[in-house]
């Protein structure tokens, strides 16, 4: 798909197209949202946009089923993308739709998107990480600063999550490295701001190159094991009445 057309019927699409603000690929709005990533998993675990590399690095033979809108890709094995120009360690929004084969109880980790400090530290996956994963009941976000053993994380419950179902997963955050009292974090679920910490010095140092989707970063076999659909990279933070009124839109069935 190129780029005009990939531009043009996002534009269409505008809010309902699950969290895409209506102006690509330029800033939208007064907040100066970008978009940096979108992929839909329409037949494809390639980003339909990206402003880096948008192919995938994983599993060249993914599995898909039917999506919230369109198709959605069973991850139960590797998603990657590569992080340059796709990611803002500073300030962004991660936003997808999950279809959990497994019950919100299920003790077991199961993740939606990871990134590992680089990889030439001793502990990277410990320090400079991002981390959004459910299990034993909740939905955590967490990123782990440049200094080993101080992550900042905030979760929400999901017990009453259960297998088949869609549901809505966002978080964001601001002010990293920014200095003392800037950092900030929000986690959304099902369109309704459930979490978020503010007012702290969140320091973050040299991320790995690649962004893991579904599946930790690490050698452990902890996919999302889930269905994944409208994977959305923004920098910068959408406000909060957006995300709802766009999750809102989805799930009314409302036609584009």
């Given at each position: 798909?190129?780029?005009?057309?990939?531009?043009?019927?996002?534009?269409?699409?505008?809010?309902?197209?699950?969290?895409?603000?209506?102006?690509?690929?330029?800033?939208?709005?007064?907040?100066?949202?970008?978009?940096?990533?979108?992929?839909?998993?329409?037949?494809?675990?390639?980003?339909?946009?990206?402003?880096?590399?948008?192919?995938?690095?994983g599993d060249r033979g993914?599995?898909?089923?039917?999506?919230?809108?369109?198709?959605?890709?069973?991850?139960?094995?590797?998603?990657?993308?590569?992080?340059?120009?796709?990611?803002?360690?500073?300030?962004?929004?991660?936003?997808?739709?999950?279809?959990?084969?497994?019950?919100?109880?299920?003790?077991?980790?199961?993740?939606?998107?990871?990134?590992?400090?680089?990889?030439d530290l001793e502990h990277s996956w410990?320090?400079?990480?991002?981390?959004?994963?459910?299990?034993?009941?909740?939905?955590?976000?967490?990123?782990?600063?440049?200094?080993?053993?101080?992550?900042?994380?905030?979760?929400?419950?999901?017990?009453?999550?259960?297998?088949?179902?869609?549901?809505?997963?966002?978080?964001?955050?601001?002010?990293?490295?920014?200095?003392?009292?800037?950092?900030?974090?929000?986690?959304?679920?099902?369109?309704?701001?459930?979490?978020?910490?503010?007012?702290?010095?969140?320091?973050?140092?040299?991320?790995?190159?690649?962004?893991?989707?579904?599946?930790?970063?690490?050698?452990?076999?902890?996919?999302?094991?889930?269905?994944?659909?409208?994977?959305?990279?923004?920098?910068?933070?959408?406000?909060?009445?957006?995300?709802?009124?766009?999750?809102?839109?989805?799930?009314?069935?409302?036609?584009?």
């Amino acid at each position: 798909m190129d780029t005009q057309h990939v531009r043009m019927s996002l534009t269409v699409c505008g809010l309902a197209c699950s969290l895409l603000l209506p102006m690509l690929p330029g800033p939208a709005g007064a907040q100066g949202n970008d978009l940096l990533l979108y992929s839909p998993f329409d037949g494809s675990n390639g980003a339909a946009f990206s402003r880096g590399e948008g192919s995938n690095l994983g599993d060249r033979g993914p599995q898909f089923s039917e999506g919230i809108r369109g198709q959605a890709i069973s991850l139960q094995s590797d998603c990657i993308y590569a992080l340059r120009d796709n990611f803002d360690p500073q300030s962004g929004t991660v936003a997808l739709w999950v279809r959990p084969h497994w019950e919100g109880n299920d003790p077991a980790g199961h993740y939606l998107f990871c990134i590992y400090g680089r990889r030439d530290l001793e502990h990277s996956w410990s320090v400079n990480r991002w981390s959004v994963y459910c299990g034993g009941g909740q939905c955590t976000f967490a990123i782990f600063s440049e200094t080993e053993g101080q992550t900042f994380s905030i979760n929400a419950p999901i017990g009453g999550w259960k297998a088949g179902e869609w549901h809505h997963v966002a978080v964001e955050w601001a002010g990293v490295n920014g200095g003392a009292g800037a950092g900030r974090m929000s986690l959304f679920l099902d369109g309704k701001q459930v979490a978020t910490l503010k007012d702290r010095d969140i320091r973050v140092g040299p991320t790995d190159e690649a962004i893991g989707i579904g599946r930790d970063q690490d050698g452990s076999p902890d996919y999302a094991e889930a269905d994944l659909d409208d994977l959305f990279i923004y920098r910068g933070e959408l406000a909060v009445e957006d995300i709802a009124a766009c999750v809102a839109q989805i799930t009314s069935g409302t036609a584009y």
